[in-house]
């Protein structure tokens, strides 16, 4: 078996909304987007960079999350800054401040508008597996 792709199906409560947003924060390009008979999007396809998702619009099935999911997406770009601000622009909330961390990376954590959580992140020093093993242990006891 050899896997070809694999990538996150984002349920949320406005797709074509989200769309824009991710647009707008990420700089997305919609690859696809495909609708029902009502016009609600069952499928779109974005891509940023080299980082591509789904997002669709909620249903009976797939639900929307109602607070912040059991999944955190990590988004390594190259202005995390810059990034978060453009998330929290669009209506984003800070749920952890972009700072430097022990680990080597400057990171935070953004709740889009759609119930999902983004880590924006760069890595800002290159550091070798034990290192970052050392430092997580000592900064998180």
């Known amino acids: 078996m050899t896997v ?3 990538h996150p199906r984002l349920v949320v409560s406005d797709a074509d909304a989200a769309i824009s947003f991710y647009a ?3 700089g997305a390009e919609l690859l696809e987007r495909y609708t ?3 016009g609600r999007v069952v499928h779109a396809l974005l891509r940023a960079g080299p980082a591509v998702w789904a997002v669709k619009d909620a249903d009976d099935v797939d639900q929307a999350p109602t607070g ?3 999944v955190i997406l990590a988004l390594y ?3 995390p800054d810059a990034v978060a601000a453009a998330m929290v622009t669009g209506g984003g909330r800070v749920v952890f401040e972009v700072a430097d961390h022990s680990y080597g990376d400057r990171a935070g954590r953004i709740a889009d508008p759609y119930g999902h959580v983004w880590m924006v992140a760069a890595r800002n ?3 070798d597996p034990e290192q970052i ?3 997580t242990a000592t900064a998180y006891p």
């Open 125 to 127: 020093e290159e550091l």
């Open 68 to 70: 912040a999911g059991a």
């Open 4 to 6: 070809e792709q694999l």
């Open 24 to 26: 707008a924060a990420f």
């Open 77 to 79: 770009v190259d202005d």
């Open 36 to 38: 029902d008979g009502s």
């Open 133 to 135: 093993q050392q430092r």
